[in-house]
């Protein structure tokens, strides 16, 4: 009974190098949702996708960020030309497509720029 | 669009004391809410969810929380608290979309 799983936990990477950060949702369910969180912030919202699908990106930043959730494998976050401002905890959450259900959350990526 | 409001981003309490965590939401249809607990460095942790039915609604680790339609508000309280509760605490607001809205969160601290 897997529940969302990240990774990695942890990510290193220089000022100029791509981050790729991978999410399994927990078995059932369709829908992805990334967040970002930063020190003493709450949580911001990024994307939420469905197979094959963007629902809503309205908090991903224009340039650089990009998601995607395949047929099949984990959903990938994707940060190009990572810059010192991308340090933060990213989050994964999953649900189904049901109303009233929870989101379920992985324990995060946790992204450091060098 | 929802959004949800938590009154006060760090609430400090004595070991035994009540807890009280605030939050609001603005909704025009009643919408699901839920709370979550976040401990360092681990993912957020479902405490407890109201969808229809009893306003009253009991979560894990002695927490409760009140649904008031009136004053759309989900507060979530502890009768005592200890010291394991001192914890991030996220309010939650789920749309017919499946579009979830979360509050800034509140950090509890709790004093021994």
């Known amino acids: 009974n897997a529940g969302v799983m990240q990774n990695p936990r942890h990510l290193v990477r220089r000022r100029g190098q791509e981050a790729r950060l991978r999410c399994s949702p927990m078995?059932?369910?369709?829908?992805v949702y990334w967040y970002r969180q930063l020190p003493e912030e709450g949580l911001k919202f990024m994307v939420y996708l469905q197979k094959e699908n963007i629902i809503d990106e309205s908090g991903m930043p224009k340039e650089r960020f990009s998601a995607e959730f395949p047929k099949e494998g984990p959903s990938i976050l994707r940060i190009q030309q990572v810059v010192r401002g991308d340090s933060a905890a990213y989050f994964c959450?999953?649900?189904?497509?049901?109303?009233?259900?929870?989101?379920?959350f992985g324990d995060g990526t946790r992204l450091s720029i060098l | 669009a929802q959004s949800v409001t938590q009154l006060g981003s760090h609430v400090s309490v004595s070991e035994g004391a009540l807890v009280l965590l605030r939050c609001n939401y603005s909704s025009s249809v009643p919408p699901y809410l839920f709370w979550y607990v976040q401990y360092p460095n681990q993912g957020l942790q479902l405490l407890l969810k109201y969808t229809t039915g009893a306003t009253l609604v009991k979560g894990i680790n002695g927490f409760e929380a009140e649904f008031k339609k009136s004053e759309t508000s989900f507060h979530l309280t502890k009768p005592s608290a200890h010291m394991s509760d001192a914890a991030e605490y996220f309010c939650?607001?789920?749309?017919?979309?499946?579009?979830?809205?979360f509050g800034t969160g509140t950090s509890l601290t709790v004093i021994p």
């Open positions: 939650a607001v789920q749309n017919t979309g499946n579009q979830f809205y």
């Open positions: 078995k059932g369910h369709s829908h």
């Open positions: 959450a999953s649900s189904p497509f049901r109303d009233n259900q929870p989101q379920h």
